[in-house]
């Protein structure tokens, strides 16, 4: 159970009071703004470590915490109208191991407007595989792994990848961007995902950089960035 009221409490009201501004402060724009946390899985865990055992009423604290998100942004939305749209998201990052999880122990009791993936853990493994054509298999088969174990425990839920990237400066030499980014953008198609966010927009690596950019540290376009534009095309 939870006990710490003044912390909900708190969530809650300035939840609500942010919902409220966006709505009056954009009035007339019809724009949407979605709320989102950052990986989940990991501040359940308490650290990085997806091994970790974690004591099992961690989730349904973790999920009244993010219940006062959510019941915060219903109110600031039922006390303004406006053409504007404020949701909430809840994001998770670990899907394919064992254990608690918060797709399955902690988003079920908040039914949050939408779910976000951060894609690292099916995308990464495809960096493991012998070659390219392995490499889009294990890309499209762990997103469906993982989408459809989300939508299981979450039917009708609308769902998006919220973050996923390729390191560009380590890719294994047979490893194909352009293909790898259509494969993604393919599967996500196919599952019904409505968004797919790239990590990142501009180079802030530091010291050293990492290549997961659409333009680097110096303003030039990356790999990564050319396969974008060729998508627009």
């Not at 927009?201 to 540290?217: E, F, K, Q, V």
């Amino acid at each position: 159970p939870v006990t710490n009221t003044n912390l909900l409490a708190g969530e809650y009201a300035e939840m609500k009071a942010l919902t409220q501004y966006l709505l009056n402060t954009y009035r007339g724009t019809g724009k949407t703004f979605v709320l989102q946390n950052w990986e989940s899985s990991w501040a359940m865990l308490g650290n990085f470590d997806p091994t970790t055992v974690i004591d099992p009423e961690r989730p349904a604290r973790y999920a009244a915490f993010l219940g006062a998100r959510q019941a915060g942004i219903n109110a600031g939305r039922a006390a303004v109208s406006s053409d504007v749209t404020v949701l909430h998201a809840i994001e998770y990052n670990l899907s394919l191991g064992p254990g608690l999880q918060v797709h399955k122990d902690v988003i079920p009791l908040v039914k949050p407007d939408m779910i976000s993936y951060s894609a690292y853990e099916a995308v990464n493994a495809s960096l493991s595989a012998a070659n390219m054509p392995a490499a889009l298999v294990s890309l499209d088969t762990l997103l469906r792994q993982s989408i459809n174990a989300v939508r299981n425990y979450n039917p009708g839920a609308t769902i998006y990848i919220g973050e996923w990237g390729l390191p560009q400066v380590s890719l294994p030499g047979f490893y194909d961007m352009s293909q790898a980014i259509n494969q993604v953008f393919t599967t996500a198609a196919a599952l019904g995902l409505t968004d797919v966010i790239w990590w990142e927009s501009m180079d802030n690596s530091s010291p050293t950089y990492r290549g997961y950019a659409i333009w680097d540290s110096t303003g030039t376009i990356t790999p990564a960035g050319s396969a974008y534009q060729a998508l627009l095309v």
